[in-house]
């Protein structure tokens, strides 16, 4: 059983920083990919950001320059630096990782801009 835990969700101020991080457990211990999507109310799930296992890096052009995606593979963690948040980045943000055509994810944290 393969198991992603999103934290570091919360309320900011436009303009803030918030970190995610994203803990996994199981029996994968190596994927080919993960990320980070989200979802606003009234909207459908968007890709954010992913890293590939050789560190390939992938951003939505609207988070581009102001999130940063990174990885801890001893820690078995994915992380989520915003930073220059908007009242647009609010949504529930969730934890993928994507490994030989299937897809595992997280709970989902919930973050808020206020303006």
């Known amino acids: 059983q393969v198991q992603l835990v999103e934290s570091g969700g919360g309320l900011v101020q436009t303009g803030g920083s918030l970190r995610l991080s994203c803990v996994v457990s199981g029996s994968i211990f190596r994927f080919n990919a993960m990320g980070w999507y989200r979802q606003a109310p009234g909207k459908q799930r968007e890709l954010v950001a992913t890293?590939?296992?050789?560190?390939?890096?992938n951003y939505a052009d609207s988070v581009k320059g102001r999130f940063t995606i990174s990885r801890d593979n001893a820690k078995r963690t994915v992380n989520l630096q915003m930073n220059s948040l908007k009242s647009d980045d609010t949504a529930v943000y969730y934890c993928?990782?994507?490994?030989?055509?299937?897809?595992?994810w997280g709970q989902g944290t919930q973050v808020t801009v206020s303006s």
């Open positions: 993928n990782a994507f490994h030989f055509g299937n897809y595992y």
């Open positions: 890293i590939t296992s050789g560190g390939i890096l």
